[in-house]
Nanobody, 117 residues
């Protein structure tokens, strides 16, 4: 069974930065598109950023464009989310998602990000 393990979450003040990592194992990482989602209480899980399997194309939610950067290192089986200029509304549990097809995808367990003074 494939495994995705997120790390890098924590408590940060508004305006600060965090870098999330998601390490993948037991899957052919270079074939998967990778995404970061976040979920806050009472809301549906929302797509924050995505990157294609070859790393050539990325997409972002409008709310994070210009502040967040998704990247990947296929040699390390890892995807990253650099988050700058964090706002309280960025608070949530961030999930890593690996997609090979609509029928084959995996989720990580999530990492908490809290933006508060």
């Amino acid at each position: 069974q494939a495994q995705l393990v997120e790390s890098g979450g924590g408590l940060v003040q508004p305006g600060g930065s965090l870098r999330l990592s998601c390490a993948a194992s037991r899957l052919t990482f270079r074939l998967y598109d990778m995404n970061w989602y976040r979920q806050t209480p009472g809301k549906e899980r929302e797509l924050v950023a995505g990157i294609t399997s070859d790393g050539r194309r990325t997409n972002y939610a409008a709310s994070v464009k210009g502040r967040f950067t998704i990247s990947r290192d296929n040699a390390k089986n890892t995807v990253y989310l650099q988050m700058n200029s964090l706002k309280p509304e960025d608070t949530g549990v961030y999930y890593c998602n690996a997609v090979l097809s609509p029928e084959l995808y995996y989720w990580g367990q999530g990492t908490q990000v809290t933006v508060s003074s």
